[in-house]
Structure formats: C-alpha cells, structure tokens
C-alpha cells in the first residue's frame, strides 16, 4: 500500500503561480510511475501532466509552457509548478501513483487538494 497526500492548493488571481506537492509514503518512483490530474465538479477527470519512471513527461495541451511537473527522490514528493494560472484551471487537483503488477494496474490516489483561479 502506497499512501499519497497532495498540498499546496488555493486561491490564485490569474497570471499568479502555486506549487502543488504530492509526498508518498516511501520511495516508489523507481516503480511507479507519478502523475497529476484534476477534476471540475460535474466533468471528468483529466489527466494533466505524467512523470514515468524513467523520468519522461508528458502534459496535456491546454497547460504546455505553463505546467512543469518534477519529483525529488530524497523527499518522496512530487511537484506540479503552475504558471501564469488561468480561471479554466480552477479544479481539483489529484496526484496519482501507477505501474503495471503481474499485468494488471496498480493505482493509488491522494485525497485532492482545491485550486481557485479567480479575482
């Protein structure tokens, strides 16, 4: 079992900055791999940016150029830094663990942390 605790929500006006952190309860970056997701009330969750375990990143268009996602090892967290923020980035923002086990998926979700963008 992997426990996984985001913090660093809360409300931004536009064009401002927020870090998000995600610490897990121990060194799993090597077999898992790490990504952030976020979540509208009423919408699906979206994926937003991936870190795998060979440390490729991924994100998804709407926060290329604005979003970088990194991991320091000594600390089990993973960072989503966010710039130059936008009202459509208002959400929930979720961490996420994964790896295939025996071919099948393996998951573990942290309980979410609010971003508001808003004036």
């Known amino acids: 079992q992997v426990q996984v605790v985001e913090s660093g929500g809360g409300l931004v006006q536009p064009g401002g900055s927020l870090r998000l952190s995600c610490v897990t309860s121990?060194?799993?970056?090597?077999?898992?791999?790490m990504a952030w997701h976020r979540q509208v009330s009423g919408k699906q969750r979206e994926l937003v940016a991936r870190?795998?375990?060979?440390?490729?990143?991924t994100y998804v268009d709407s926060v290329k150029g604005r979003f970088t996602i990194s991991r320091d090892n000594a600390k089990n967290t993973v960072y989503l830094q966010m710039n130059n923020l936008k009202p459509e980035d208002t959400a929930v923002y979720y961490c996420?663990?994964?790896?295939?086990?025996?071919?099948?998926?393996?998951?573990?979700w942290g309980q979410g942390t609010q971003v508001t963008v808003s004036s």
């Open positions: 996420n663990a994964d790896r295939l086990r025996g071919g099948k998926p393996e998951a573990f």
């Open positions: 870190m795998t375990t060979g440390g490729g990143t």
């Open positions: 121990r060194n799993i970056f090597s077999l898992y791999n």
